[in-house]
Structure formats: C-alpha cells, structure tokens
C-alpha cells in the first residue's frame, strides 16, 4: 500500500511540485521572519555583550517614578570612586543639545542627545572614523546623522547649548550608536566629559560605569552597592547589564516577530485552503483508482492511510524546501537591513535555530496532513464497485438544506456581532467585536461558496464571455461547472483580497476623516512649534519676541500665541457636586495643561459661552471635565506658584480633537498672574488674504531664522507626513498580503491544471472540432480570470464593508471613503493574476496532440 | 486481389472528396519504431459512404486521423479537395477541420456544459458561421431531436448522444464527414439508427462519409469498404454486404 503510494507520488513530479511550493511559501514566510529577528537578535545581544564587557560594574538610577528620569549625582560618583577595589569610575551624561544643520536650524523633531565620551578602558564608544574628542571644542556625530546632514570630519558643527546659545564645534571623528534606540532615533552628537556637562546642563549621570582592580565584579559590586548604601542606585555587574539591555532591545524584536508571523498565518491559512482543493481534486480524479484498490482487498483505513501518507510527504517535501527558502528570504531582508537601516547591529552571521527548523517542519506537515484529512475521508467513501464504472459522471451539485442552514447561521451571528461592535463605543472591544463578526462572516461566506459561485460567475463573466466568443462562453461554462472547486479555488484569492482592500479602506478612511478634522482644527497656514529639548521633556518654548516678529510681517495676520504650562488640578466643591457626576477613584486630583491664548481666535465650545471670560473662570477640554467630574457651571482649583490655590468656574467645554486650547485655558493676564510670565509652547499663523503660498512661507521662514529651535510647519506638510505614513502602512501591508496572494494564485493554476488533465478529451474534442489552439488557450485564460474576478468581487465586498466596520471602531465620526481606483486596481490585478496563472496549464493544454488524448482512457 | 464491382468504377468517375497518396507514419525513431501505415494510396469519392475496415492494429484509425488532419504524416500526401493537408500549419489545419470536415467519434463526442442544440452549433460557433436554418431544422427532424434540443448530454441516452454527434457533422456542410467506430458504443437498434443517418444523409444531401468500424453489419451500410492490414490497403469490396465483409475480414486475419 505504501508502495502504491509512493509510486503514485513519483509519477506526478510536477503535480507534486506545485502542490508543494504553496505550503514551501507559507512555511518559507514563517521561517524568513525566525531567521531574520533571531540573527537581529544574535546581533543585537553580540554588541550588547562586546559593549557591557568593558564595563565591570554598572551604576544605574533608582528606578524613576517622576517624569524626569531620577539621575546620578556627583556624589554618588565620589562615593563609588572610595569603594574599594575600584580601578576606575566614570559618570555618563546624556541630555538634549541639539545639533544645527547646515541651514543654521535645529535639525529633527527632536533635538540630538548630547553624551559624554570618557577615555580610557572605559569607554563604549565606538569611533568609527577620525578621533574621539579630546578637547572642548572637539565633537563626534553618529554616523547616520553626519550621512543624512551631510557632515564629515573637520567641519565646522553648531550645538545649541541647555539655555539655547549656539556654540561652534569641529567634528573629530564619527562614531556608532550601536543598539541604543534613543540615539538612534534622535541622532548624537559626543563631548567631552566636561563639555557634555556644560552643553546639556545636566547635573547628574545617567550611568556610572566601574572598572576593577583585580577583584571580581561580583566583589566590586558587592563593595559598590555597600558604598551606595540607602541612595536607592541599583548596582549591576557588567553581565547582568548586557542582559537587561538585551531584553529591552529584544522586546521591539519580538513585536517585529509577532507582526510578521500574522501575515504567515495569513499565508499558511491560505496554503491550507490549496491544499484541501488540491487533495479533493486527486481523490476525485483517482476514484476509479480507489475503488480498484479496494477491489483487490484494500480496507478503507488503508486507502484513508494512503491519502494522508501521500500529504504528509508532500508536507515534509515542502517544509523541507520552506525551510531552504525562509533561510534565502530571512538572509535576504537582513542584508536589505543591512543596507538600508542604520540601528541594527550588522555584527552576526545569519542564524538558523533548531527552534525554527523544528517549527517549521511541525506547521508544514500539521497544516498539509491536516487540510488533506476531509479529502482523505471522503476517499474511504469510494464504493469498489466504482471501479467498474466505465465514466464519472458530471459533478452535479445540489445545495443541502443542512449547509443554508449554517451559512445563515454564521451570516447571522457574524452581521450581529458586527453591527453591536459598529454600535459600541470606539476602542478595543467594539475593533475585536468587528474582528470576531468578520471571522464569523468569512465563514459563512466559506460555507455559502459553492452556491454564490454560479450567479458571481455569470455576473463576472458576463463580459469576458461576450468578448472572447465561444471560447470565451466556454470559459464561462466551464467555471461554474464544480462549484465547490470554484468556491475553495476562489476563497484563496478572496482572503488576500478582502485584507487588501479593508487596509486601503480604512487607510482612506483615516486620511479622509483626519483631512477633515484637520481642516476644522487648523484652519491656520503655518504652525511654528519648538524642537523638543530631548525625548524625555515636552517643555520646550518659543520666545515671545518670535511673535511679535510675525506680526510686524505685511504678508501674515492673525497670529495667535498659545502658552501653558503644567499645574496640579482638583475639582473644586467635590461635596458640592456640580454636574452630579461621580469622578473616578483618583481622578479629582492629576496634573493637566493650563494655559492661555492671546491672539485673535474665537474657540467653538460644545457647551457653555466666552461671555464673562476673565479672571476667574476657565474653558475646560471636555475630555479632562469627565476625568475630573465636573462641567459646564461646575468648578476646578489648580495650584499655582504665584497665586497659590486658585479656584475656578467653568465656563465652557470644548472638544480637544478640534480646539486646539490647552485642556484648561484661561484669560491670558490671569495665567500671567497665576504661573508669572511664560514663554509661547506654539504659534498659528495665517497668510494674509492674497498673498502667495511661497512668498508667506518666506516671510514666516525669516522671521524664525533667528530661532533655531523653531519649527514651521505648513498645514499642507503636516497633511504630507501623514499621507506619506499612510502610503507607507499601504505598501508595507500589502507587500506583505502579496504572499498570501500568490499563494491563491498557485492554488488557481494547480485548480486549473488538474482541470486541464480531467477535461484533456474534452480539449481535444474542441481542438477537433476546430478551435485553435490560441483560441483553446483564451477559453482557459478567461476561465481562471473569471475565478480571479469572482474572488476579487467578494474579497472587494467584505473588505468595503469590514473596512467600514473597523473604521467605524477606531475613530469617532468617520467619514467613510472607498478608494475606488485602488479598489479597481484590485479587481483588474486579479482578473490578470487569473490569467497569469493560466499561462502553464493552458500552455500544457494546447501542446497536447488530439490524436493521443482522443484514444487516452 | 481484384477491384470489382460498381463502387470501384464510381469512385474512380465521381470527383474525390479525399485523396491519399504513398502515406506513411512511423512511431518512434530507429529500433523502437512502429510503422502503423507503409504507403497507403487510397481515394474518397465525394457523395460516397465508404467503410475503413482491418484487423485490430492494421493502421485503419491512424488512416483516418492522417485524413482528417488530426496527425501529421510521416512520408506522402493527403488531399481534401484541392488543398493538401500535409503541408498546413496548425491554425490552417485547425480551419480547415472548423470548415470543410466533420467529427463523429466514439464516444465523449459532446461537451457536458452544453445543451444539445448548443453542442450541434458548436463547430458552426466556433467558425462564427450562421446555421443554415433549413438544413438545421431538416437535419434535427431527421434525426428525431426536436424535443431534446434543450437537454444535456447527461440527461440523454447513448443513442441519443450520438444522433447528436451526427447532427453536429451534418449541419455544418462539411466537404467530409469522419467517422470513428460510431457505433462502437451503443446497442445494436440504436447503432442500425444512427448508421441509417448516415446512409440517408448521403443518398439525400450528398454528404461523403469516412467511416471506421470493425462491425461488419455497420460496414455493410456503406457503398464500399476498403480492408487494411500491417499498414497497407490489401483489398476493397463495393456493395458490401455482412456476409461477404466477415468473409473478407476473416481471409485477412487467417
């Protein structure tokens, strides 16, 4: 029996081959991303190790519970520098001091983070090129910053100091950030140890690093944590800090590696699909061949045993050359890394765990063996007499009461849950509930394929039938004519479809609703906002003088001015009960934003009025009124430096997502009262009426060239970064959906191949009959672009109406945008993936010679 | 072996329809090569019903696929009409069958998805030719189909199925009808219907038929029948009758 098998197997090589290479891409997917964020891994814990191995003992911060990480004082660096068995002991500074491009401003949405670079044994960082500082006018860029801004060695760099005077450098050398996130993001630019002091005005170490004399770092640590004795520092040895910098920096890995595993799931379930077509074409096609078996005494646990046997070979053949292709794909994208990313460590050899490789190898042969166990069922049930049969018939398929009773019931239940998760409050629940409805109305649709397959196919073909003439009526004929085949080939398709255009939809959503939004809340040219000082403070402000510039600018008007600050807020009179809310545990007393705005602007409340704003009452974000409690009539005490505990009235709500207020704003002379003179956190400016876009932006431009600090963004670029993030997601998704649909397509080729080799006396009867043979390759072309359509069409359906769905879950009031051509796009990309998948087979199918498949069994 | 009779005299005085001359066809190459014809000159009278008959491998199939177009031949000459098919590429052959020869087969003559009426338009569709409305109706009413136009193939009998097949080759006017064993597979009644189509159709239209068959009762329905054996014409009879056709075959095989 198993011979039979085997030999069965080796006839059909090709059969075989592309059976296999739907599981081998799947597998393939699974095994690239392993390969690819394990050696990312390797990588990253090899320099992690090389870095922490200069190190003997680290002093690390108390654990900060503040907004501003808690530091290292020079004391702590003193004591540490007693302790016995210390060789060496440096503090390391790190703090904003943003570096100036060429154009003479600040560069990046946050400023560059200054660090020490101590000599010695000590030092971790690695100097690429040139020198490290030595003196105080002496600076190391990160190489990528030096790339990107265009700075090399002996330039000439400008470093905005903590007050925000420029100071004037000469770059030495370059150097590598190596696995730190936040210089990578931020850029850094490398002092001296005093210089980095003076520069970042930090007063504290973020680090202090210990070097033994000839005692292990257990016992250094041990005598550094006696002498640190109730400051609160954690002390760790040089390995253990490798191992907690490890984890940090793995756990970005693992996102990476859950992120990519679902498009494997994705790919895998597709595969799987493939499979089972595949497996209950060949069971069909050899009932004869069963049946004979059978006939010479085999049992049916044995023809069953065959059949699976028959894929668990084909799974292990495949994860076998998933495996081959995951290490290519994986080596691949990590050179692509290797090229293109900066912040990934290039040190480690391309790994291949016996983790991935016995994974592998499980998924490809669970999901082949078990996607082949309903075809194999259904191969016990072949009556020997079958053998004897001289034709199977035609496939006729009648729809069971039993299956329009599930696919109603799933319909219902998916519609059901989607709609309450449409209905629900945006957020978390409401997008799983939409997610669960949409698993349970694919189902349906899987179940209800074989019966929707015959209108979609006349509504599809209706066209290519009128004109492709008779072959092209015959395509048509011949793709509804086993609906199931059609349904399972087509469902392949209709999964990629469907997640592609729920993406493009919920992406033109997004941008459709943002634009909007953006309008109403911008209706403003220009807004100039500071440079963070560093990623960790938002404390940043603008000179006031700034604002009096752009108002003494003909070509802008209406600048209004924003300043706020941070301050404790209650709700004042909690006994009093305002609203008669009741605020949450804790939430009657938290830090908000208060400020003021001076300038012309007129805010839009969603209750309550401006009449009687003055000192004393406040316009409040609706969203922080909740949180508190309170409302519109009710009251809120902050506390302030100058004036203490100051109650007051609220006057007015306002929505944030649209008034772009500081969550408690007040008259502009009480915050001056309140919080003494601030400095301005943004500015909005409008382009006087008539004045041309370059020649406003020039004038803004100017005004803030003698900030460094100040950033000017148009309403109009601010829209660009967020479309070019949109189309970014689009093609990264869809890049990644593109395997998934590949898959299908192999599915529709193996589906139409199989065809092919059933219908082979049919095809000759037509060649017979005078078709010709590019007329016998148009009827089979327009038959897989039919199946490409109707998968396309569903896909398009579900993917519009869960897009919607979702969309409707992640933001309030949508408005709801279908990218027509990109949906279009799909739609004729799958109808021309069909023929393309049809090439070989039809190929195949016109080649073969008339004569021989006329006398063929 | 002598020609006699009648039927020799009319196929030589009646214009050809098909003409072979010196055919040949090997299989293969060197030692394994077959060589299934080894110079076959045969001609077809145009309004005649002639029957290839031969033992079991004597080339009389492979005979009629050469004629028909549907294989090359190895060495020789095929005419239909004036046109000699040996030197046609593909897509002219392919036209040529679409338009000037008709196809009954043994059996899979017609295409599941297609209705009867579908299936006897099809060549006609396929040429993007219209249907000779008078012919279709003559030919339908002849071959008794008028209530099963709209039926398909799986919902008629064997007989049936083959009045179609038979049908199909008629209403397209083909210059040549081929027929491989048509009746091979159907009971005797309904072969001895379908094999009196085809006679009529030749008495009535003028239709000439090429037929394959090792039924000597099925051969005895054409004006004459020529025996193959070992790949080469060895004899003919005109006015064959069941008798002297199993006699014939018997000498051929003894």
Same mark, same amino acid.
């Given at each position: 029996?198993?011979?039979?098998?085997?030999?069965?197997?080796?006839?059909?090589?090709?059969?075989?081959?592309?059976?296999?290479?739907?599981?081998?891409?799947?597998?393939?997917?699974?095994?690239?991303?392993?390969?690819?964020?394990?050696?990312?891994?390797?990588?990253?814990?090899?320099?992690?190790?090389?870095? %922490?191995?200069?190190?003997?003992?680290?002093?690390?911060?108390?654990?900060?519970?503040?907004?501003?990480?808690?530091?290292?004082?020079?004391?702590?660096?003193? %004591?540490?520098?007693? %302790?016995?068995?210390?060789?060496?002991?440096?503090?390391?500074?790190?703090?904003?001091?943003?570096?100036?491009?060429?154009?003479?401003?600040?560069?990046?949405?946050?400023?560059?983070?200054?660090?020490?670079?101590?000599?010695?044994?000590?030092?971790? +960082?690695?100097?690429?090129?040139?020198?490290?500082?030595s003196a105080a006018d002496q600076v190391v860029i990160d190489e990528d910053t030096a790339r990107t801004r265009g700075f090399a060695i002996g330039d000439t760099a400008r470093?905005?100091?903590?007050?925000?005077?420029?100071?004037?450098?000469?770059?030495?050398?370059?150097?590598?950030?190596?696995?730190?996130?936040?210089?990578?993001?931020?850029?850094?630019?490398?002092?001296?140890? /005093? +210089?980095?002091?003076?520069?970042?005005?930090?007063?504290?170490?973020? /680090?202090?690093?210990?070097?033994?004399?000839?005692?292990?770092?257990?016992?250094?640590?041990?005598?550094? +944590?006696?002498?640190?004795?109730?400051?609160?520092? #954690?002390?760790?040895?040089?390995?253990?800090?490798?191992?907690?910098?490890?984890?940090?920096?793995?756990?970005?890995?693992?996102?990476?590696?859950?992120?990519?595993?679902?498009?494997?799931?994705?790919?895998?379930?597709?595969?799987?699909?493939?499979?089972?077509?595949?497996?209950?074409?060949?069971?069909?096609?050899?009932?004869?061949?069963?049946?004979?078996?059978?006939?010479?005494?085999?049992?049916?646990?044995?023809?069953?045993?065959?059949?699976?046997?028959?894929?668990?070979?084909?799974?292990?053949?495949?994860?076998?050359?998933?495996?081959?292709?995951?290490?290519?794909?994986?080596?691949?994208?990590?050179?692509?890394?290797?090229?293109?990313?900066?912040?990934?460590?290039?040190?480690?050899?391309?790994?291949?765990?016996?983790?991935?490789?016995?994974?592998?190898?499980?998924?490809g042969l669970v999901v082949t063996v078990g996607a082949a166990l309903l075809p194999a069922r259904t191969a016990t049930r072949v009556a020997p007499v079958a053998a004897l049969?001289?034709?199977?018939?035609?496939?006729?398929?009648?729809?069971?009461?039993?299956?329009?009773?599930?696919?109603?019931?799933?319909?219902?239940?998916?519609?059901?849950?989607?709609?309450?998760?449409?209905?629900?409050?945006?957020?978390?629940?409401?997008?799983?509930?939409?997610?669960?409805?949409?698993?349970?109305?694919?189902?349906?649709?899987?179940?209800?394929?074989?019966?929707?397959?015959?209108?979609?196919?006349?509504?599809?073909?209706?066209?290519?039938?009128?004109?492709?003439?008779?072959?092209?009526?015959?395509?048509?004929?011949?793709?509804?004519?086993?609906?199931?085949?059609? %349904?399972?080939?087509?469902?392949?398709?209709?999964?990629?479809?469907?997640?592609?255009?729920?993406?493009?939809?919920?992406?033109?959503?997004?941008?459709?609703?943002?634009?909007?939004?953006?309008?109403?809340?911008?209706?403003?040219?220009?807004?100039?906002?500071?440079?963070?000082?560093?990623?960790?403070?938002?404390?940043?402000?603008?000179?006031?003088?700034?604002?009096?510039?752009?108002?003494?600018?003909?070509?802008?008007?209406?600048?209004?001015?924003?300043?706020?600050?941070?301050? #404790?807020?209650?709700?004042?009179?909690?006994?009093?009960?305002?609203?008669?809310?009741?605020?949450?545990?804790?939430?009657?007393?938290?830090?908000?934003?208060?400020?003021?705005?001076?300038?012309?602007?007129?805010?839009?409340?969603?209750?309550?009025?401006?009449?009687?704003?003055?000192?004393?009452?406040?316009?409040?974000?609706?969203?922080?009124?909740?949180?508190?409690?309170?409302?519109?009539?009710?009251?809120?005490?902050?506390?302030?430096? /100058?004036?203490?505990?100051?109650?007051?009235?609220?006057?007015?709500?306002?929505?944030?997502?649209?008034?772009?207020?500081?969550?408690?704003?007040?008259?502009?002379?009480?915050?001056?009262?309140?919080?003494?003179?601030?400095?301005?956190?943004?500015?909005?400016?409008?382009?006087?009426?008539?004045?041309?876009?370059?020649?406003?932006?020039?004038?803004?431009?100017?005004?803030?060239?003698?900030?460094?600090?100040?950033?000017?963004?148009?309403?109009?670029?601010v829209r660009g970064q967020f479309d070019e993030a949109l189309d970014l997601v689009l093609l990264i998704v869809g890049g990644l959906l593109g395997l998934a649909i590949l898959?299908?397509?192999?599915?529709?080729?193996?589906?139409?191949?199989?065809?092919?080799? /059933?219908?082979?006396?049919?095809?000759?009867?037509?060649?017979?009959?005078?078709?010709?043979?590019?007329?016998?390759?148009?009827?089979?072309?327009?038959?897989?672009?039919?199946?490409?359509?109707?998968?396309?069409?569903?896909?398009?359906?579900?993917?519009?109406?869960?897009?919607?769905?979702?969309?409707?879950?992640?933001?309030?009031?949508?408005?709801?945008?279908?990218?027509?051509?990109?949906?279009?796009?799909?739609?004729?990309?799958?109808?021309?993936?069909?023929?393309?998948?049809?090439?070989?087979?039809?190929?195949?199918?016109?080649?073969?010679?008339?004569?021989?498949?006329?006398?063929?069994? | 072996?002598?020609?006699?009779?009648?039927?020799?005299?009319?196929?030589? *005085?009646?214009?050809?329809?098909?003409?072979?001359?010196?055919?040949?066809?090997?299989?293969?190459?060197?030692?394994?090569?077959?060589?299934?014809?080894?110079? =076959?000159?045969?001609?077809?009278?145009?309004?005649?019903? *002639?029957?290839?008959?031969?033992?079991?491998?004597?080339?009389?199939?492979?005979?009629?696929?050469?004629?028909?177009?549907?294989?090359?031949?190895?060495?020789?000459?095929?005419?239909?009409?004036?046109?000699?098919? *040996?030197?046609?590429?593909?897509?002219?052959?392919?036209?040529?069958?679409?338009?000037?020869?008709?196809?009954?087969?043994?059996?899979?003559?017609?295409?599941?998805?297609?209705?009867?009426?579908?299936?006897?338009?099809?060549?006609?569709?396929?040429?993007?030719?219209?249907?000779?409305?008078?012919?279709?109706?003559?030919?339908?009413?002849?071959?008794?189909?008028?209530?099963?136009?709209?039926?398909?193939?799986?919902?008629?009998?064997?007989?049936?199925?083959?009045?179609?097949? =038979?049908?199909?080759?008629?209403?397209?006017?083909?210059? =040549?009808?081929?027929?491989?064993?048509?009746?091979?597979?159907?009971?005797?009644?309904?072969?001895?219907?379908?094999?009196?189509?085809?006679?009529?159709?030749?008495?009535?239209?003028?239709?000439?038929?090429?037929? =394959? *068959?090792?039924?000597?009762?099925?051969?005895?329905?054409?004006?004459?029948?020529?025996?193959?054996?070992?790949?080469?014409?060895?004899?003919?009879?005109?006015?064959?009758?069941?008798?002297?056709?199993?006699?014939?075959?018997?000498?051929?095989?003894?």
């Open positions: 029996m198993i011979r039979a098998t085997l030999a069965g197997l080796l006839a059909h090589r090709l059969r075989l081959l592309l059976t296999s290479l739907a599981i081998a891409l799947g597998v393939g997917f699974i095994v690239g991303t392993f390969v690819l964020t394990d050696t990312l891994q390797a990588g990253l814990t090899h320099s992690i190790a090389a870095s %922490a191995d200069k190190v003997d003992v680290a002093v690390l911060p108390p654990p900060g519970g503040g907004e501003k990480p808690a530091l290292l004082s020079a004391g702590d660096l003193a %004591a540490v520098r007693r %302790a016995p068995g210390v060789a060496e002991a440096e503090g390391l500074v790190r703090g904003g001091a943003a570096l100036l491009g060429k154009d003479g401003k600040a560069i990046g949405d946050v400023a560059t983070t200054g660090v020490s670079v101590i000599g010695g044994r000590l030092n971790r +960082t690695q100097v690429t090129s040139g020198a490290a500082p470093v905005l100091d903590a007050t925000g005077a420029p100071h004037a450098f000469r770059v030495v050398g370059l150097f590598d950030v190596g696995v730190d996130q936040q210089l990578a993001y931020t850029g850094a630019v490398g002092f001296t140890a /005093e +210089t980095a002091r003076s520069m970042t005005g930090e007063k504290g170490f973020v /680090e202090i690093d210990v070097a033994a004399a000839g005692v292990t770092p257990e016992r250094l640590g041990g005598a550094v +944590t006696a002498a640190l004795a109730g400051r609160g520092a #954690r002390v760790l040895t040089g390995q253990e800090l490798a191992q907690e910098l490890a984890k940090s920096n793995g756990a970005d890995i693992n996102v990476l590696t859950v992120a990519l595993l679902m498009f494997g799931l994705v790919a895998m379930l597709v595969a799987a699909l493939v499979i089972y077509n595949t497996f209950t074409i060949l069971v069909a096609q050899r009932t004869r061949e069963m049946a004979l078996l059978r006939c010479i005494g085999a049992t049916r646990r044995q023809v069953f045993g065959s059949v699976l046997l028959e894929s668990a070979v084909v799974g292990v053949l495949s994860s076998a050359l998933g495996l081959l292709a995951g290490l290519g794909l994986g080596t691949a994208a990590f050179a692509a890394l290797r090229a293109f990313g900066q912040n990934f460590p290039t040190t480690a050899e391309v790994t291949l765990t016996p983790r991935t490789t016995v994974l592998a190898l499980a998924v049969r001289v034709q199977t018939g035609e496939h006729t398929f009648r729809t069971g009461v039993l299956r329009v009773v599930f696919a109603a019931v799933f319909l219902l239940a998916g519609a059901g849950v989607t709609v309450a998760g449409v209905l629900a409050k945006p957020g978390e629940t409401a997008l799983y509930a939409v997610m669960g409805g949409g698993a349970l109305s694919f189902l349906a649709v899987l179940i209800l394929g074989p019966v929707i397959v015959r209108p979609l196919a006349r509504f599809a073909g209706w066209l290519p039938a009128k004109l492709a003439g008779v072959p092209g009526r015959l395509a048509l004929d011949n793709s509804h004519r086993n609906p199931g085949r059609s %349904a399972t080939t087509t469902v392949a398709l209709t999964i990629g479809v469907t997640l592609m255009t729920l993406i493009a939809v919920i992406t033109a959503t997004t941008r459709a609703t943002y634009t909007a939004r953006l309008d109403e809340q911008f209706p403003i040219d220009y807004l100039i906002a500071p440079q963070f000082a560093s990623m960790s403070e938002a404390g940043a402000t603008l000179p006031r003088s700034l604002a009096t510039t752009l108002r003494s600018r003909p070509e802008l008007t209406s600048i209004v001015e924003i300043r706020s600050t941070d301050a #404790r807020v209650t709700a004042a009179g909690r006994s009093g009960a305002a609203t008669g809310g009741t605020p949450q545990s804790g939430g009657g007393r938290r830090t908000a934003e208060v400020g003021a705005f001076s300038g012309p602007y007129q805010p839009v409340l969603t209750a309550g009025t401006t009449q009687g704003f003055t000192a004393g009452s406040a316009l409040v974000a609706a969203d922080l009124a909740g949180r508190l409690g309170t409302g519109q009539g009710g009251s809120i005490t902050i506390t302030t430096p /100058e004036a203490g505990a100051v109650r007051l009235k609220v006057l007015g709500v306002f929505d944030p997502d649209t008034v772009p207020l500081p969550e408690i704003t007040v008259p502009e002379q009480a915050l001056d009262a309140y919080f003494g003179p601030l400095a301005d956190v943004r500015l909005y400016v409008n382009a006087k009426d008539g004045v041309a876009a370059d020649a406003s932006r020039r004038a803004v431009e100017a005004a803030a060239q003698p900030y460094p600090t100040a950033k000017v963004r148009s309403a109009v670029e898959i299908s397509l192999l599915g529709i080729a193996n589906t139409l191949s199989l065809s092919v080799y /059933e219908r082979t006396r049919e095809s000759a009867l037509l060649r017979a009959l005078g078709l010709t043979r590019p007329q016998l390759r148009r009827m089979l072309s327009v038959e897989a672009m039919i199946l490409g359509l109707i998968g396309a069409i569903v896909g398009v359906v579900l993917g519009i109406a869960y897009g919607y769905a979702a969309a409707r879950t992640l933001m309030d009031e949508v408005l709801f945008r279908v990218p027509v051509g990109q949906v279009a796009l799909f739609v004729v990309l799958s109808a021309a993936a069909g023929v393309l998948a049809a090439v070989l087979p039809a190929r195949r199918a016109a080649r073969t010679s008339i004569v021989g498949s006329l006398a063929a069994d | 072996m002598t020609i006699t009779g009648e039927g020799a005299v009319r196929s030589r *005085t009646a214009p050809a329809a098909v003409v072979a001359t010196g055919v040949t066809k090997v299989y293969g190459r060197g030692d394994a090569a077959v060589h299934a014809l080894r110079g =076959v000159d045969v001609r077809f009278g145009t309004g005649a019903f *002639t029957a290839i008959m031969g033992p079991s491998g004597s080339g009389k199939s492979t005979l009629m696929h050469c004629l028909a177009g549907l294989d090359s031949v190895t060495e020789g000459e095929v005419r239909i009409g004036d046109t000699d098919i *040996t030197r046609l590429g593909d897509k002219r052959l392919t036209l040529l069958r679409r338009e000037r020869v008709g196809f009954i087969f043994q059996a899979f003559n017609l295409l599941p998805t297609l209705t009867a009426e579908q299936n006897i338009r099809l060549p006609l569709d396929i040429a993007g030719r219209q249907a000779d409305q008078e012919l279709f109706d003559m030919v339908i009413r002849t071959v008794g189909l008028g209530d099963r136009l709209k039926h398909r193939p799986s919902q008629l009998s064997g007989g049936q199925q083959q009045r179609v097949a =038979v049908a199909r080759a008629l209403v397209g006017k083909p210059q =040549v009808i081929f027929a491989d064993e048509p009746t091979g597979n159907l009971d005797s009644r309904s072969g001895a219907e379908v094999l009196s189509f085809l006679r009529t159709s030749v008495r009535e239209l003028g239709q000439t038929i090429v037929m =394959v *068959t090792h039924d000597p009762v099925a051969a005895s329905y054409a004006d004459r029948v020529v025996f193959l054996r070992d790949g080469l014409l060895v004899t003919e009879l005109a006015r064959p009758t069941p008798q002297n056709v199993l006699d014939t075959l018997l000498k051929l095989e003894g």
